[in-house]
C-alpha cells in the first residue's frame, strides 16, 4: 500500500479528479492474509456517486467464497489468535491504528470515490478508525473478570473468553468506521473475522484487512468477502462456522438477518434505522442549536442512521429558527466530494430516487416545502446524484415523512407546545436511535435525556461523544451497544467457574 509520504494529500486528491479512480485499488476478496480470485470469478462494478459512474472493480462473492473464508477465520481462531497473549494482540492493534494514519488520505480518497462523501468527512472516518484502534488496543489487557464470594470452602470466578469467529455486515454511509468499530472490539477480545462490506462500497474495509496484515496480524484472523448482500452476504449470516453476526443496515435486512441467526442461535447485534428527534426549545442558544440541527441532518447528505431527521421546535421561536435554517440549508454548496463542498452526492440513483419519492408525497400531501426540495447534479460537471438540503414543514405526527426513515438530507419539522409535548412528539417513532436536546435549562435537558427512549442522548452538540460512549437502539433501532467497554463485551462470554477447595 502507498503511504502519504510517498504521495502527498493533494496529490491523491487531484489525481483521483483528473483520473476519475484511485490507482491500486484490492483486488479479489481478503482472505487467509492475501487477496485471493472469487470462486466463480466474477466482478461487480462500484460506482463513483459524485459522477454517477463506475470507477472500478471488485469480486462478486458467492458462499463458496463465504466457506473458504469462515474456514480460514476458525483455524486462525483456534489455532493462534485465541492464545495470543493480550499484550500481543493489543500491540498489533496500535501498530493497525498507527498505519491507518499513515495511509489517511488513501484511505480517504477511496472512501469519497466510493460512497460520495466529502472528503473532509471520509478524512475524519479515517482518524475516528485510527481513534478506535487505539480505544480497543488499550482494552486487550485489560479484560478482567471477578471472583465471587462463596465462603472459605470455595472459589469462584469468572473469565471473559472470546465468542469466535464473527461476522460483520457493514452498510455504504460508514464504510470504514462501522467496519472498524466492529473489527477492533471483536480483535481485542480475541475473535476471528469474516466482514462483508456493501456491494456500493466495498474498498475501505478490504484495506484495512490490508492494513491489519501489515500489522502484524496473523493470517485468517481478519478476512473480508465482497459481493451482493443476496449472494455473499446472506451465505455469511446463515453459516453454521458464524459465532456471532454484528449488522448495521435497514430493518428489512436486519430482520431477515435475525432470522438467520434464529437457526443456529447465533449470537447478533443489530444496530438498524432511525428517525432521531432534535428538540429545540426556546431558552436554547440559537446559534449553537442551528449549527446543531444543520450538522444533524446534512452530514454524509443525510445518510446517517443517527441523523437528526425530525426537528422538533418549541412554537415561540419557531419562525425565526426555520428563516435562519432555511437560509443557510440554502447556502450549502453541493459537488464531488474530492472538491470539498459543504454537502456531497447521495450514495445512489435508487437512494435518490427514494429520497425523491417521500418528498414527493410529502408535497402531494400538502406539506411546505421551506427549502431544497429536488434532486439535482454537481454544478461543475451536471453529473452524479445529489438532492438538494430540504426542510419540509407543515406537518402531522403520522405523516410518512415524520415517521418513516428517508436517509438523505431532508428535515422533517415538528412543532411543539412545551418541552414535555416536545417529549411526547419526540417518543412517538417506531425508532429509537439517539435524540438530540437545545436548551440552557440543565434539569430539563437531563429529564428529556431521562425519558426520551433512545439509545443515546446529546444535549447541546449533536454527535456529542466519541469511542468511549456506548452507541445502540432501542425499539425497531435494534439492540445491543458498540463502542465503549460496553462494545468489547458482545466479542465476550462469561464464563464461571466455581470450585469447592476444602
Ligand atoms: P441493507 O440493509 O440491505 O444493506 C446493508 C448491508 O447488508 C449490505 O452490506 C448488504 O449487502 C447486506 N445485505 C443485504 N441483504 C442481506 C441479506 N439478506 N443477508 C445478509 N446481508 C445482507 O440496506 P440497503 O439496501 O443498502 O439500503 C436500504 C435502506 O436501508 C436505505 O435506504 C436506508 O434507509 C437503510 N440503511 C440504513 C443504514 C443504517 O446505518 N442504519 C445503512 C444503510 C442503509
Ligand atoms: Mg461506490
Partial sequence: MTTSTETSGTDLVTEALRTGTLAGLPEGH??????VRPAHNRRMESFDPGRGEAFAEFAAGTAEDVDDAVASARHAFETVWRDTLPVERGRILMRASRLIQDNLERLAVAETLDSGKPIAEARGDVRGAARTFEYYAGACDKLEGESFPLGPDYLAYSIHEPVGVTAHIIPWNFPISTAARGFAPALAAGCAIVAKPAEQTPFTALMLAEILSQA???DGVCNVVTGTGAEAGAPLTRHPGIDHITFTGSVATGRQVMKAAADDITRVVLELGGKSPVVVLKDCDLDQAIAGVLGAIYENAGQICSAGSRLIIERPIQDEFLAALAARAKALSLGHGLRGPD??????AAQLDK???FVARARQQGAEILAGGKATTDPETGKGWFYEPTIVARLSPRDEIVQEEVFGPVLAVQSAEDADHAL????????GLVAGVYTSDLGTAHRLARRIDAGQVFINEYFAGGIEVPFGGN????????KGL??????CKTKSVAARIT
Fill in 216 to 218: 502484524g496480524l496473523p
Fill in 475 to 482: 425499539k425497531k433501532s435494534g439492540f445491543g451497544r458498540e
Fill in 424 to 431: 411526547a412528539l419526540a417518543n412517538d417513532s417506531q425508532y
Fill in 355 to 357: 429520497i425523491a419519492g
Fill in 30 to 35: 481478503f482472505i487467509n492474509g492475501g487477496f
Fill in 343 to 348: 454537502v456531497g452526492p447521495v450514495n445512489s
Fill in 486 to 491: 460496553e462494545g468489547l463485551k458482545s466479542y
